[in-house]
């Protein structure tokens, strides 16, 4: 082919945090590794030093970070037989532009999944009984596990923490319960890199109120780091701000963690690491006995297309765009929900969440010293940390106080039911209410259903011609269970804690729609597994199809945790890359046997 | 480095007419006796494993990359240094015998390096061989060694191609070297420590420090007298290396020095410009014994004479009106109290560096600066530029209020200083609001 590269070790996909961590793995063990990145390189600072980054029109209500919906979109319906339509705007879900991809615009929430989250159909039916799990899944749910346990995923969250540079406080030090940190996480075995955040005046009315109820309230462990702190990469991190610019901004001063302030100061510099910037992979070429790839089909920003040839190939793209490479390459076979055969598109889901608003009279909130991170959660409804004996659901939701931003574009809305949304008493409302105002947020599970799938969309096509993704899904009944029961929760908090007037959002009251959601948590359509029938990768992240591809993403979690997906998505590219740097590189071929 | 080298290249035209028996000196190649004169680079392999690593530390040590190093590949020449005169580009160093140095003997490159007498002539003084002089013969047969290995590059370069009549004559050059090139050799100073000693054959040798460090007379040369009390070079200001507790070294250790040498800070200053190059290409690579003796010789330097900086007068309205532009502008990298990021972010309390010559602290506003990357500081931060957002006076200011807080106490910089670096490094112009 023409304009074909010289031959790489590895060629990884989208250079986001899952890209940049496999590329730093593998190339300190000594691999030739090319990274091809659609977006552009972006830089602290010179695209977003302090005295740019917090220009919330331009990166918040203008997402100037993101990739423009004119390069690609996905298409969505509610259910199979519908007409799906283009998506027009981000709201759902955003995807990266950028080297650094989204973990560039996130919030910095840095969550372990709890031990539950990879084994949802086991420990289902060992604490509640099969009959239990089968009816759930005669109901239409498709529960099963990760392939992977948290005991075993604990060394590589740990690793990823490291990298980060993670504030928080323990709660359960190699099973040790500690009050003030999450007693309902799973072991660590040392502390957070740094300590916790702060609290606002919110936190401490949210952590003090949940404590008085009997609740375990703890600071949510975060990436927007509590002191300067020197990573295992030698990369200095300086101290958060609580500047409030954080999610859809890029952090002026190193403090949230992202691979530009982790990574990439150490990898750029390494004479086996390549980047190509502005640069579109199409798909992966398949060899003719179709069991391997031989590398990947790209085209640049001038329109030339080229091959860059791979002994291995890491699929790190936004979730979505590691399911639509999979389909585009040909590799493993589409999901059917008719028959559930084939693995590519199977188990995605979304997030089930709501918000809970209340105001405050007099009280000085000062939202403007905030955090992408920053708040208080408490975790007694979380997973399965409570008894769903006597529940109509499984799972449940991390109910947090937060104080993550005081934007003041973005928080226009949040004044007093009642008062005018136009005019001098709209003004009037919102420089008190400003103030006044406090958010509660239930983040939920959810759970696999047979009828939300990812597919190839008929009609509409990218830029390139090549199909968009279509996304199929619905809320199921036992997760709108959930957050009716959680959200109750919530609201007796807000009460509790003296907030009136109080509005509540629950998402899962209508039907799912791609413009009013609260979360941007999409999972799963490519989800690893130990059994090939169900999953697309095995346990190491790893192609049942083609064994020289791994694929790392939110896209591999069989179904979503009450959590931010990113700290599992770096624990995970972390034990990827080991495993074809310490296995795969010498001895290629299936790391699991079917 | 602009503006020395037109004042190099004035002194050649004055000096070329006088050329003659003086020139005996500087010309006289007798050190170069020891070295071999039949076997081109071209041709020499060696297979001393040992002389060639010790030849690439020397190599690391005269930083020869940093001006021989870019897009053609590495030794390959064509950095472009412009003057007033036209442009001179660096040469092709890899052994390719057509377009580099191979048909070089290891004499003809104990000619060039230390006394800078090249296969084309005279080199301009643009090339350190002033302080190359100092270089060992031990050190010069590895450095040979090591150049042997280095892949060969077909680059033809015309480095004086640029340069228009008088300064293309390489011949003028002889004239310079006889006022200012002293041509001997290192002598270690018995009464001194061996540590010393290597620190003053690193500091005045391969580390060419004085290039930058030293004044510079109006006919370009180094002023002995100002020895390392701090140079002008253009657009940046290389600070004074002698241990005056004012603006210079004063209270940092050798072990401070060592510090900074081998990762760019020392936990207060950052290297950032031309000293980050340096920093990142050359010195970080210095075994830590080396640093030590580097440290251990400018500790040792005796201290300049310029006196405490007078702090400005700020008037009580104006340092609070500054300490929000602070607090808005510099504090979420350089801290509330000026504390800085340690091994990141410079520090403007203790910080010697911010008393003196304002130009590093202009340049840097009005063009951002990064730090030097290091095996042992990664992060390479960068200072973003405030040239789109300040004006002249705006910037000055809060360079003022900077070094006239955190117990520092420094002169007013000028709006007009300012305005002068915007114009020299072409920094764009604020952002001027729609209305009025």
């Known amino acids: 082919m023409a304009n074909e590269r010289p031959k790489a070790d590895v060629v990884i996909v989208g250079l986001g945090w899952a890209g940049s961590v496999m590329a730093e793995e593998l190339t300190r063990a000594g691999l030739n590794v090319v990274a091809i990145e659609r977006g552009a390189w972006r830089d602290t600072s010179t695209d977003f030093p302090p005295a740019v980054d917090p220009d919330e029109l331009r990166w918040h209500t203008r997402r100037e970070l993101l990739q423009p919906m004119s390069v690609e979109t996905t298409t969505f319906r509610n259910k199979t037989g519908q007409q799906a339509a283009p998506v027009r705007n981000w709201n759902a879900f955003q995807f990266g532009w950028n080297v650094g991809g989204a973990g560039t615009h996130w919030a910095g929430m840095s969550w372990r999944f709890l031990p539950w989250d990879f084994q949802v159909a086991t420990q289902t039916a060992e604490r509640y009984g099969q009959e239990r799990l089968d009816s759930l899944m005669a109901e239409g749910l498709q529960l099963q596990d990760w392939g992977v346990t948290y005991d075993e995923m604990a060394p590589y969250y740990d ?114 690491f ?23 089909k790209f085209v640049t920003r001038d329109g030339e297309e080229g091959f860059q040839p791979a002994d291995v190939v890491c699929i790190t793209a936004y979730q979505m765009d590691n399911v639509r490479l999979m389909l585009l390459s040909g590799i493993g076979e589409q999901y059917d929900p008719a028959t559930q055969q084939g693995t590519i598109g199977r188990n995605y889901s979304y997030q089930t969440c709501s918000s809970v608003t209340g105001f405050f009279s007099g009280a000085k909130m000062n939202p403007f010293i905030g955090g992408g991170a920053l708040g208080v959660q408490i975790d007694d409804f979380n997973g399965d940390n409570f008894d769903h004996s006597e529940l109509d659901f499984i799972g449940g939701a991390g109910i947090m106080g937060y104080s993550t931003n005081g934007r003041p574009i973005a928080n226009m809305n949040g004044i007093r039911p009642g008062n005018k949304r136009w005019g001098s008493e709209w003004k009037e409302a919102y420089a008190r209410d400003y103030q006044e105002v406090a958010n509660i947020f239930c983040q939920g599970t959810s759970m696999p259903t047979r009828d939300a799938y990812l597919s190839l969309d008929p009609t509409y096509t990218d830029r390139h011609g090549q199909p968009l993704l279509r996304l199929t899904f619905d809320w199921n009944r036992n997760d709108t269970s959930m957050i009716d029961y959680t959200t109750k929760k919530a609201v007796e908090i807000m009460r509790e804690a003296g907030g009136e007037d109080i509005m509540v959002d629950n998402q899962a009251e209508a039907s799912w729609n791609p413009y009013k959601q609260h979360s941007s948590h999409t999972i799963g359509g490519l989800v690893m597994g130990s059994n090939p029938a169900t999953s697309a990768l095995n346990p190491y992240l790893q192609s049942w199809d083609c064994h020289n591809v791994f694929s790392v993403g939110a896209s591999a979690f069989p179904n979503n945790g009450g959590y931010n997906p990113t700290l599992t998505v770096g624990a995970l590219a972390v034990r990827a890359a080991r495993a074809i740097h310490e296995t795969y590189i010498n001895n290629p071929g299936p790391l699991v046997e079917a | 480095m602009a503006k020395w080298i037109k004042i190099a290249g004035g002194v050649v035209v004055i000096a070329a007419v006088g050329a003659g028996v003086w020139a005996w000196d500087s010309l006289n190649t007798g050190r170069s006796k020891v070295a071999g004169d039949s076997v081109t680079l071209a041709e020499f392999t060696s297979d001393d494993a040992e002389a060639i690593e010790r030849g690439e530390y020397v190599m690391r040590m005269g930083d020869c990359a940093a001006c021989h190093t870019r897009e053609a590949g590495e030794f390959a020449g064509g950095y472009e240094i412009a003057t007033p005169f036209g442009t001179l580009v660096s040469s092709n160093i890899t052994p390719d015998a057509e377009t580099g140095i191979g048909g070089m ?50 680059n033809d370069i015309d480095e004086n191609g640029g340069m228009p009549f008088p ?58 007298s100002a020895y390392l009390q701090g140079g002008n070079i253009g657009d940046w200001y290389a600070p004074d290396l002698t241990p005056n507790p004012h603006v210079g070294l004063g209270g940092s250790s050798a072990e401070d020095i060592a510090t900074y040498l081998k990762t760019g800070t020392d936990g207060v200053a950052v290297a950032a410009g031309p000293m980050a190059e340096a920093v990142e290409h050359s010195l970080q690579y210095l075994t830590d014994e080396d640093a030590l003796a580097v440290g251990t010789y400018l500790t040792a330097l005796p201290a300049s004479d310029t006196p405490a900086p007078k702090a400005a007068s700020l008037a009580e309205t104006d340092m609070v009106r500054l300490a929000d532009v602070y607090e808005v502008n510099c504090s979420a990298c350089h801290g509330l109290d000026g504390e800085g990021i340690e091994g990141m972010v410079p520090a403007f309390s203790a910080n010697h560096g911010l008393l003196g010559d304002p130009t590093n602290m202009i340049h840097a506003m009005l063009k951002g600066t990064r730090a030097a990357h290091t095996e042992a500081a990664q992060t ?10 300040m004006d002249d006076t705006q910037v000055a200011d809060i360079l003022t209020y900077v070094r006239n807080s955190f117990g520092n106490g420094a002169e007013a910089v000028s709006p007009e200083a300012v305005a002068e670096m915007r114009e020299a490094l072409d920094a764009r112009e604020p952002l001027r609001a729609a209305s009025n």
């Open chain 1, 274 to 296: 390549t980047v190509l910037t502005e640069t579109e992979v199409l798909h992966a070429v398949k060899h003719e006995d179709g069991k391997t790839v031989k590398g990947v």
């Open chain 2, 105 to 154: 003997t290891e004499k003809d490159f104990f000619n060039a390096l230390r006394q800078g007498i090249g296969q084309h002539g005279m080199l301009y003084p643009a090339m350190p061989y002033t302080a190359y002089a100092k270089f060992t013969d031990q050190d010069m047969h590895d450095l040979w060694a090591y150049m042997s290995t280095v892949e060969p590059v077909q």
């Open chain 1, 159 to 272: 690793r990823f923490e490291r990298i980060a540079g993670t504030s928080g406080k323990a709660g359960n030090l190699n099973g040790q319960k500690i009050k003030g940190g999450n007693v309902f996480e799973g072991p660590r075995d040392r502390e957070y890199p740094t300590p916790q955040l702060k609290d606002t005046n919110w936190m401490s009315m949210y952590r003090d109120t949940t404590e008085g109820m009997g609740y375990n309230p703890f600071t949510i462990p975060a990436g927007n780091i509590s002191q300067a702190y020197v990573n295992p990469l030698g990369v200095t991190m300086g101290p958060c701000t609580y500047c409030g610019f954080c999610d859809f901004h890029g952090c002026g001063n190193f403090s949230k963690s992202s691979p530009q302030a982790c990574i990439l100061p150490a990898l750029m510099r390494r004479s086996n």
């Open chain 2, 167 to 224: 300064f293309n004559i390489r011949l003028a050059m002889a004239g310079w070297d006889m006022l200012f090139f002293d041509n001997e050799g290192f002598e270690p100073v018995a009464s001194e420590s061996d540590a010393w000693n290597r620190g003053k054959y690193i500091v005045d040798g391969g580390g060419h420090c004085a290039a930058c460090h030293s004044p510079r007379n109006a006919l370009g040369a180094e002023v002995a």
């Open chain 2, 380 to 389: 390479a931060a960068g200072m973003p530029s405030f040239a789109w957002k």
